[in-house]
C-alpha cells in the first residue's frame, strides 16, 4: 500500500474541499481507511473511517453531518469531502490504512500501518 493524501489548500469558513487518498498499488480493497488530523501542538486525532469492503463508515462528532467519506474502487481513492468548514477544522490531515480491522475503521492511529503524507487544511475565518 502506498498511500497519497491531496486536496487541501487554504479556504474561508463556510467553504469546502475535497480531501482524496489515491493507493497508487490498488490495494485497499481489503482495508480500513481512515482520516485523521493534527492541528498545532495537538495530538492526532480520527476524523472519519470507512470499511472498504462494506462500506461502514464512522464520523468524529465534532464533523458529523459536514463531512462524508467515499471510496471509489475504480480510482482506489478514499474521499473525504468537507463541507461547512470552521477555523477548528485546520490541520494537516492524514489518510491511513488498516489492514486489521476491515470490518470497521479503528479510531486509534497505532492501529494503523500505512499512512499518505499530509495534506494542510487551513480555514480562515
Known amino acids: 500500500v502506498q498511500l497519497q493524501a491531496s486536496g487541501g489548500g487554504q479556504v474561508q469558513a463556510g467553504g469546502s474541499l475535497r480531501l482524496s487518498c489515491l493507493d497508487s498499488r490498488r490495494t485497499l480493497s481489503t482495508y480500513a481507511v481512515a482520516w485523521f488530523r493534527q492541528g498545532p501542538g495537538k495530538e492526532r486525532d480520527f476524523v472519519a473511517g470507512?470499511?472498504?469492503?462494506?462500506?461502514?463508515?464512522d464520523y468524529a462528532d465534532s464533523v458529523k453531518g459536514r463531512f462524508t467519506i467515499s471510496r471509489d474502487s475504480a480510482q482506489g481513492t478514499v474521499y473525504l469531502q468537507m463541507n461547512s468548514l470552521t477555523p477548528e477544522d485546520t490541520a494537516v490531515y492524514y489518510c491511513a490504512a488498516d489492514r486489521v480491522r476491515v470490518s470497521v475503521a479503528s479510531r486509534r492511529p497505532g492501529d494503523y500501518t500505512y499512512w499518505g503524507q499530509g495534506t494542510q487544511v487551513t480555514v480562515s475565518s
Open positions: 470507512i470499511a472498504w469492503g462494506n462500506g461502514r463508515t
